[in-house]
């Protein structure tokens, strides 16, 4: 999963980014509406954390003309600004979320999760596929009930997967959301964990679609 | 009803109708007097002289020793002298003798005429008189009397009287007809005044209309042309409206400056000791949360203060409802709660949006948050004593609702400022606090099926 955070106080910018991360996320940030602005037209994200209170180009007008521009990912907006209008213009705007400061980043990681979760179309917070299990709330993944452990990379993968069960995923668009922008892709790296991932699951969900990418699906039930 | 009476408080418009009515009747009434009184001397002196007339011819045959002529009953040429008690009379007296001799017209029936001298009526020209007299049929006569004296040295006093009645009934037929056309003419100063006073006030009634369509909320400008002497006041009016307006919004943006000032920062603080478990990671955590609170609950009370006393703002309900129903729906998306609003049409709330919101987002806030699958938003339109429109809010849920000791200490809360810990739950003081700023109420209640029924009663325009 790939965040961006828009947020002008360095200080909670830079915590942002760092909880985030930790908690498995690959996430670019930004300092100013106009940065913000701009990766959010360019950049295929899964969520975005929106500060509204933003120099250059203020928080409303940036989600505005996100939303003007068909980019529909989840957008939780930060604000100091608790007046139930200045809510009710944000969700206007195309909020999805609203988490007022000052907060703990607890919430907003709760927050984010069933963003994400409820833009994938899950409503729990545990996402399964056959034996698999992920718990996005823990961060674990459990084969057959055993948990198994997984890098924060192969994490994302797994987590990027689990979110859209079924769905052909192509090297792209996994590129796209598990590194963030500063990272060197590498489409070729992603062969390289999803391979140590079908090894660390010692069961074959992740199938390879020549040509197309990957698709998570549950095993065929064995034919006898 | 008299005692409500007050002068202070009588209207512009009366003053001037009163007062140019009272002004017009007691000149009117004055120049009245003045004229009748004119008008009876002038009347007096008519027939003072007609009588005057009947004393010189007396005196001129007296003094051609005409005496049969004088004692002629009909010598004066005049009937009225020979009739018994016409209340037409002459009298010659005979002065300078041991005894007067009185020589009367027939008319006078033996009778005798005062001498006015014995009345006390002052002489002009030394020797004439004139005066009333009661004559000797009880009526009321006018005399006039002269004393001549001849060179001989024989002295008379000639007396005629005449019936006064004469002279009173043209005064009276002076008087009516100057009455009447005096009358008609204070009528008509009447209609003029009222004419006037209307005509003259109308740019002040518009103005006031214009003020009261600003109170109620329907405008929020003195529009419209009004002459030289008070287009000032309608200018100062407007501009201060600007004022009040410009100070509000920026006190606003001030309060929302510095919540974003003071909340960023804590925010950072509140983070930075998250994973720590040291001494004073601790303490930062438990000062900074104490820091939240106190800044959200003075944030609060200043954006309510900053609020106090706008005039001439109006909202409309309708899309501020809308607004929220939108809102929850997305906040309370996994709750799956399904939020029904029943509005009657065209209700505006008298005071601005932003309050509007905030009122009915902690109380929806609150009842999305234990109703179970439904919240119910009710607003209808009534009108209160003194004819003042009002609207009440309904919102109610299926939550498990409140006991109605816990009521009152909920809407209360905020009320008792230094027994408050702030924190948490203060949404429904909050809304208790505005909506007393605008003459409103909150209530609680419990709904149909248990739950919280919170009825909120607001200025409507």
């Known amino acids: ?224 | 009803m008299m005692s409500r009476f007050s002068l202070s408080r009588l209207s512009i418009g009366s003053r001037l109708f009163i007062s140019a009515i009272l002004c017009s009747l007691i000149i009117l009434f004055g120049a009245g007097l003045v004229l009748s009184t004119i008008y009876r001397r002038a009347s007096e002196r008519a027939f003072d002289e007609r009588l005057q007339v009947y004393v010189q011819s007396v005196a001129a045959n007296l003094a051609s020793k005409n005496v049969s002529n004088v004692f002629d009953p009909y010598g004066l040429g005049d009937p009225r002298f020979t009739l018994p008690l016409s209340g037409w009379y002459w009298q010659i007296r005979t002065e300078g003798l041991a005894k007067p001799e009185v020589t009367s017209s027939i008319s006078l029936f033996g009778g005798r005429l005062p001498k006015l001298e014995t009345l006390n009526v002052p002489a002009h020209d030394g020797t004439a008189r004139e005066g009333y007299i009661i004559g000797p049929d009880e009526r009321r006569l006018r005399l006039v009397e002269r004393a001549i004296e001849f060179p001989d040295g024989s002295r008379f006093l000639v007396q005629i009287a005449g019936n006064a009645d004469e002279i009173e009934l043209t005064i009276q037929s002076f008087g009516k007809a100057l009455w009447t056309s005096f009358g008609l003419l204070a009528l008509a100063l009447g209609v003029t005044t009222i004419f006037q006073v209307r005509f003259g006030l109308l740019p002040l009634s518009r103005l006031s209309n214009e003020i009261s369509a600003i109170r109620r909320g329907s405008s929020d400008h003195v529009s419209g042309k009004f002459p030289d002497d008070i287009s000032p006041v309608a200018d100062e009016i407007n501009l201060l409206l600007d004022v009040n307006r410009d100070i509000l919004a920026r006190a606003r943006t001030q309060v929302g400056n510095l919540a974003h000032a003071l909340k960023t920062p804590l925010s950072v603080l509140i983070n930075e000791v998250s994973d720590e478990d040291t001494p004073i990671a601790n303490k930062v955590r438990e000062q900074t949360s104490l820091m939240r609170d106190q800044v959200n609950w003075h944030l609060d009370r200043a954006r309510a203060a900053a609020r106090a006393g706008v005039i001439g703002v109006a909202t409309d309900i309708a899309p501020a409802v809308a607004g929220l129903e939108r809102t929850f729906l997305k906040i309370y998306t996994d709750k799956n709660l399904t939020i029904e609003s029943i509005l009657a049409p065209d209700l505006k709330f008298r005071g601005e949006k932003q309050d509007l919101e905030e009122m009915l987002g902690n109380l929806v806030d609150n009842a999305c948050k234990w109703a179970r699958r439904q919240v119910v938003i009710k607003a209808s339109a009534f009108t209160g004593a003194n004819d003042h429109p009002f609207v009440v809010f309904d919102v109610s849920d299926d939550g498990p609702g409140l006991p109605p000791e816990k009521r009152t200490e909920v809407i209360k809360r905020g009320e008792r400022l230094d027994e408050t810990v702030p924190g948490t739950g203060l949404g429904l003081s909050i809304v208790a606090d505005l909506a007393k700023l605008y003459g409103g109420e909150l209530t609680l209640d419990s709904a149909e099926n248990g739950g919280l029924r919170a009825l909120l009663r607001l200025p409507a325009v």
């Open chain 1, 1 to 224: 999963m790939r965040l961006l955070v828009v947020e002008d106080d360095k200080d909670l910018n830079r915590q942002l980014v760092k909880a985030l991360s930790q908690a498995g996320y690959a996430v670019d940030s930004a300092l100013d509406g106009e940065e913000g602005q701009f990766l959010g037209e360019t950049e295929p994200y899964d969520a975005v954390i929106l500060d509204l209170g933003l120099p250059k180009i203020d928080g409303v007008k940036v989600l505005e003309s996100w939303r003007e521009a068909g980019r529909v990912m989840p957008v939780l907006v930060l604000t100091a600004r608790d007046a139930w209008s200045d809510k009710v213009k944000s969700f206007d705007a195309g909020a999805d979320d609203y988490v007022t400061k000052p907060f703990h980043i607890e919430e907003i990681l709760a927050r984010l999760r069933a963003l994400v979760r409820r833009a994938s179309g899950h409503a729990s917070s545990d996402l399964v596929c056959g034996p698999v299990r992920v718990d996005t709330r823990s961060g674990r993944v459990l084969v057959d009930g055993e948990a198994i452990r997984l890098t924060s990379h192969e994490y994302r993968l797994m987590s990027y997967l689990m979110h859209h069960v079924g769905r052909i995923i192509s090297r792209t668009e996994l590129v796209e959301h598990l590194y963030d922008q500063d990272f060197d892709r590498d489409s070729n790296t992603i062969e390289v964990f999803v391979g140590r991932l079908r090894k660390k699951l010692g069961i074959d969900v992740i199938k390879t679609i020549r040509g197309l990418g990957y698709v998570l699906e549950p095993p065929a039930p064995p034919s006898a």
